[in-house]
């Protein structure tokens, strides 16, 4: 049986590793040039962690078709189309897929933040691990979740002086998420690491940027509790406000997709016959559910029936993931920063004001162009989605940027 795994982040890895160690002819695709996904992103500069490390080596123990810096577009009758510079159009034939296309940042509009130096969080990482120098620079990291704490802590590693992490969520319901922590020690540990490396800098929980400043870049931000404001200095903000699952793909396989998120049943499998999807694509719950996740489904896919085990252990995760969205859940005063001059699509440069007063995304790109540019609506898609309810529109085919020679070859 061929197997086709997309995505080689936590999730993916281990539904490859998984399938090619019980008999299973395996093809592993990534539009990134090497394998971790964006959890575990590594090169010259940043090694994988020891947890990635083992499921490399595990992936490099099998015999394994890996395509790396191949995005997938769709799929026809002769199966999965790709594309990449180095080998044009690809035809990726298989007999079952397993979804692993991870998720994005959520980014929420304020004052300024299209100035140069202000970044998503995660985007901040990657350009650390990648080699971006910041040593002696000062950094505010602001918005919400687990990743915050890690980002920051990367940017002290490296040499940056962390001057304010800044949570959105109270205390009080981060402290109601604490008996989670205490049952998994693993994320307490990791926690209280973080900590260690960014003392004395604490964060400081229920505050968030409300602007950016400066002319030409990024010189300082105005924090806010709600009931004061405050400016601090900065020369990089990284902010970012969560993930939202990628469901892109999936949707133009045809598999359902309810709120935000890819349905699946307790063995990963889609509405989609021979569709399978793992990580945070049908949930945000971090690399050890997306560990779990990918071996059920390469297990399932193969029709092993041995799973039990590991799918009680998934749902060991649920109370976890359940109260780790209700812990950091958005507050009503982050999505009401943005002020009408606010750029919300960078792309084509609309900004709040002029989106506002529409009904919803088709209609915002038909008389205003939101979601037609470059990032084809990734980015502004879902902070629309916060700021106004809309639905997002499924995507059309091809789901990324291609050639023409390339869509002339795939016909």
Request: hydrophobic share 40%; glycine share 12%.
């Amino acid at each position: 049986m061929r197997i086709a795994v997309i995505g080689a982040g936590p999730g993916g890895l281990a539904a490859a590793a998984t399938a090619a160690e019980n008999g299973a002819d395996v093809l592993l695709v990534d539009e990134n040039p090497r394998a971790g996904g964006q959890i575990w992103r590594h090169g010259p500069m940043a090694p994988p962690p020891k947890l990635a490390m083992e499921w490399i080596r595990r992936i490099q123990a099998q015999r394994i078709e890996t395509h790396f810096g191949v995005t997938v577009l769709g799929r026809d009758s002769n199966g999965l189309v790709a594309y990449s510079e180095q080998e044009g159009h690809v035809c990726l034939q298989c007999d079952k897929i397993i979804l692993a296309t991870g998720a994005r940042e959520l980014f929420l509009p304020f004052p300024g933040w299209t100035l140069p130096n202000v970044f998503g969080a995660g985007g901040a990482q990657a350009l650390l691990k990648a080699g971006m120098p910041v040593e002696g620079k000062r950094i505010v990291v602001a918005g919400s979740g687990p990743l915050l704490l890690a980002v920051a802590a990367t940017f002290a590693k490296k040499g940056a002086h962390v001057v304010g992490i800044l949570e959105q969520a109270g205390i009080h319901s981060l402290l109601q998420f604490a008996p989670e922590l205490i049952r998994h020690p693993a994320k307490l540990i990791q926690g209280v690491g973080f900590g260690t490396r960014l003392f004395p800098t604490r964060p400081r929980f229920g505050t968030w940027v409300c602007r950016a400043m400066g002319n030409d870049i990024v010189r300082e931000v105005i924090a806010t509790d709600g009931k004061r404001e405050w400016p601090l200095p900065c020369d990089i903000l990284a902010c970012g406000f969560g993930l939202v699952p990628n469901v892109e793909l999936a949707q133009a396989l045809g598999c359902d997709v309810e709120k935000g998120k890819v349905s699946v049943d307790e063995h990963q499998a889609t509405s989609q016959s021979g569709v399978y999807c793992v990580g945070e694509s049908t949930g945000i719950g971090g690399e050890d559910v997306a560990l779990l996740e990918g071996e059920i489904a390469a297990l399932a896919a193969l029709d092993i029936p041995n799973v039990t085990s590991k799918i009680h252990e998934r749902w060991r995760w649920e109370s976890f993931v359940s109260n780790l969205g209700r812990a950091f859940a958005l507050r009503k005063e982050v999505l009401q920063l943005a002020e009408d001059t606010t750029t919300v699509c960078r792309c084509e440069d609309v900004s709040f004001g002029v989106l506002k007063n529409q009904p919803d995304q088709r209609s915002a790109k038909l008389y205003t162009r939101c979601g037609m540019g470059p990032c084809q609506g990734r980015v502004c898609g879902p902070a629309c989605h916060e700021l106004f309810g809309w639905e997002l529109n499924k995507p059309r085919w091809p789901l990324s940027p291609v050639t023409l020679d390339a869509l002339l070859d795939s016909q």
